[in-house]
């Protein structure tokens, strides 16, 4: 076990999901594949433009303060962070220092320590000896959320970033899909052998998955320790991470705020929050939480966590459920029982067939589960029955009949069955009159194979049993 105690400081940077950019009127589309379309002079910094602040942004951003628990500025301002690079038409990048939105909060377990708004910079794309800049991504409005350095390992670090792009796809402030950019997490580490100290803090940038998130934590955590027990010194820098080789390189010293020169916006007003009308009560905004309906699925239908976790996560799949449960009457074991046909045999069929939940009807879905629950059709009808109403838009019952999904239940017709599997299994049969207690599942088995699942395997044990005796 390692002497050394780990230190985790998280970054992510979200875009959100407005119309327009931060301070102008061109579009924002991350979906754009044309270069440099969504630009005018304000986004490109041309002489004598001024910027105007989205209301939509700050509203965004109030949202998900609110939803952490975090205050709200009685005053807020914007800032020029002054650095160059090709990526920043203006020379500074407009954000937020000493009055951020949002202070504290507390999400996953993690405390917070502020969020802000700020703008996104262009996108560089380099081939070979060229870089090219797309300037569509310039000025999109962009969060940033920076936690407090209480993280400790990788698996909490890659919890927190999970849970916070759940919360922003509850909210509609992002849809923070990390392949896409519109998500990223930037993580500080350090390790110290005196755990009320911190280290030399190393910053890993734009991590875009969050198994790469763990990854590089891990990685650093390891080579910080080599590093000092070799008697070397951390250098306090900017580090990327290579998805390839899976290991961080570095970039760039590290910078620290008094580089970037940060003095407030002349250009933009002052904000005082609580005074604009339509953030006065923010909270009634909100949706249903992701913790929130965490909490209330397990209380409400007792169902396991790990369908409970594919309801959050999959909202789609999540509001399905509900509207069975509902035609249930929130009945808690038939809407677990249906809660797994979802999680299973409909989320399997999703998959192979390219349906989506919405080709089920939820009444009928609700009907299939009162019918496995009176016996009338087996778990194995159940599942041919599933296949079949991905395609067929008619009431289960209609579509049992018309394939013969229904269990036998008749007693003569299933001791043909059983008489049928006894004649053609006769050494298994002769195992279980001398005690071997597996055959009779083998036997039902074959029974069940014999009369393509619609077999009452209740009644099918019992005859075997009687054929025993």
């Given at each position: 076990m390692s002497d050394y105690f780990p230190t985790i400081g998280l970054e992510v940077h979200a875009e959100l999901a407005t119309a327009t950019k931060m301070f102008c009127r061109s579009k924002n589309d991350p979906d754009e594949k044309e270069p440099n379309v969504n630009i005018c002079p304000v986004c490109m910094a041309h002489p004598g433009t001024l910027p105007v602040i989205n209301k939509a942004a700050v509203r965004h951003v109030l949202r998900v303060g609110t939803a952490v628990g975090g205050s709200i500025a009685d005053f807020t301002e914007f800032d020029r962070k002054n650095y160059f690079y090709p990526d920043i038409p203006k020379g500074y990048q407009i954000s937020q220092y000493k009055y951020p939105l949002i202070s504290g909060g507390t999400l996953n377990g993690v405390a917070l320590t502020r969020i802000h708004l700020e703008e996104d910079t262009a996108r560089s794309q380099h081939e070979g000896t060229q870089s090219l800049i797309d300037y569509n991504r310039a000025g999109v409005p962009l969060m940033e959320l920076v936690t407090e350095p209480v993280i400790h390992d990788s698996k909490t670090a890659g919890a927190f970033a999970r849970e916070l792009q759940l919360l922003l796809r509850y909210l509609g402030a992002s849809e923070a899909n990390m392949e896409k950019g519109e998500m990223r997490v930037e993580a500080n580490i350090s390790i110290s052998k005196d755990p009320n100290k911190f280290g030399t803090k190393v910053e890993v940038k734009n991590i875009n998955s969050f198994s790469a998130v763990e990854r590089a934590i891990e990685y650093e955590l390891k080579r910080h320790e080599e590093v000092l027990e070799s008697g070397g010194t951390i250098a306090q820098e900017t580090r990327g991470w290579d998805d390839v080789k899976q290991k961080t390189f570095s970039q760039r010293t590290k910078e620290n705020a008094f580089d970037y020169r940060y003095f407030p916006d002349p250009d933009l007003p002052k904000l005082k929050v609580n005074e604009i009308?339509?953030?006065?009560?923010?909270?009634?905004?909100?949706?249903?939480?992701?913790?929130?309906?965490?909490?209330?699925?397990?209380?409400?239908?007792?169902?396991?966590?790990?369908?409970?976790?594919?309801?959050?996560?999959?909202?789609?799949?999540?509001?399905?459920?509900?509207?069975?449960?509902?035609?249930?009457?929130?009945?808690?074991?038939?809407?677990?029982?249906?809660?797994?046909?979802?999680?299973?045999?409909?989320?399997?069929?999703?998959?192979?067939?390219?349906?989506?939940?919405?080709?089920?009807?939820?009444?009928?879905?609700?009907?299939?589960?009162?019918?496995?629950?009176?016996?009338?059709?087996?778990?194995r009808g159940a599942k041919d029955l599933l296949a079949l109403m991905a395609k067929d838009s008619r009431d289960p019952k209609t579509i049992a009949e018309e394939h013969g999904l229904f269990q036998k239940s008749d007693a003569g017709a299933i001791e043909k069955i059983v008489d049928e599997v006894i004649a053609t299994n006769a050494a298994v049969f002769a195992e279980y009159k001398a005690g071997k207690a597996a055959s009779l599942q083998f036997l039902i088995g074959q029974g069940m194979k014999l009369s393509k699942g619609s077999a009452n395997p209740g009644m099918l044990k019992e005859i075997f049993e009687k054929k025993l005796s």
């Open positions: 009308e339509e953030f006065k009560n923010i909270k009634a905004t909100l949706p249903e939480l992701p913790w929130e309906r965490r909490e209330r699925l397990s209380r409400e239908f007792g169902l396991r966590a790990e369908a409970v976790e594919i309801f959050v996560n999959d909202e789609q799949a999540g509001t399905f459920f509900e509207h069975v449960a509902e035609a249930l009457k929130n009945d808690k074991e038939l809407s677990a029982l249906a809660s797994n046909y979802i999680t299973t045999d409909i989320a399997a069929l999703t998959k192979t067939v390219g349906v989506t939940t919405a080709a089920f009807n939820p009444v009928y879905i609700a009907d299939l589960v009162r019918l496995v629950k009176m016996g009338e059709i087996g778990s």
